[in-house]
């Protein structure tokens, strides 16, 4: 019996310890690419991460990311419509099992959003993904589908924004908060 609970006792140890250390394994920089690609999908717009990105599992599941853009619209003021010093977003891991995803809390550092309309009224703030097209062949050119196989259900709970600007840009006028 004692055998067992001490052979209990180290696998135990062994998961916490898993659970620290995993995270650092894995590979940021190749997921970088990874999750610009789905962005641009379903946005049309591109996502760069400048900066570090990593991951934790304790003691909650959550991501890290610094130095992240998105890109603009042609024909806008600024070449990025979002910047970000950083952003911390910390999952709840019960909801991962059944497939849904509770997003916590989510805190952006240092934000600046750049909002734009231009003079024929489109604006940079209405998301589409790209147009696909078909080849000859009659088949999909390849763009990604836009729902990118996310559980049934998306929950933010909190959304903490310290520091920030938001800058508004139209033909007549140009605000900065």
Do not use: C, Y
């Not at 209990?8 to 394994?25: C, D, E, N, S, Y």
């Not at 946005?43 to 890109?71: E, M, Q």
């Amino acid at each position: 019996m004692r055998k067992i609970l001490i052979g209990i006792v180290i696998l135990l140890v062994a998961l916490v310890a898993a659970a620290f250390v995993g995270p650092q394994f894995i590979p940021g920089d190749a997921l970088k690419a990874q999750i610009a690609a789905q962005v641009h999908a379903a946005t049309g717009r591109d996502l760069i991460i400048d900066g570090d990105l990593s991951f934790t599992l304790l003691p909650v599941p959550g991501v890290k990311v610094s130095d992240v853009r998105v890109s603009n619209i042609k024909g806008a003021q600024a070449d990025n419509m979002v910047r970000l010093k950083s952003a911390q977003a910390v999952v709840a891991l019960g909801p991962l099992i059944t497939g849904d995803i509770e997003i916590q809390r989510v805190v952006l550092v240092d934000p600046v959003f750049e909002l734009e309309q231009l003079a024929d009224g489109v604006n940079n703030w209405t998301f589409a993904p790209p147009q696909t097209s078909v080849d000859e062949g009659g088949g999909d050119s390849g763009t990604a589908n836009a729902s990118g196989g996310l559980g049934s259900s998306i929950q933010l709970n909190d959304l903490v924004v310290r520091g920030g600007t938001v800058i508004f840009r139209s033909p007549d006028i140009t605000e900065r908060i």
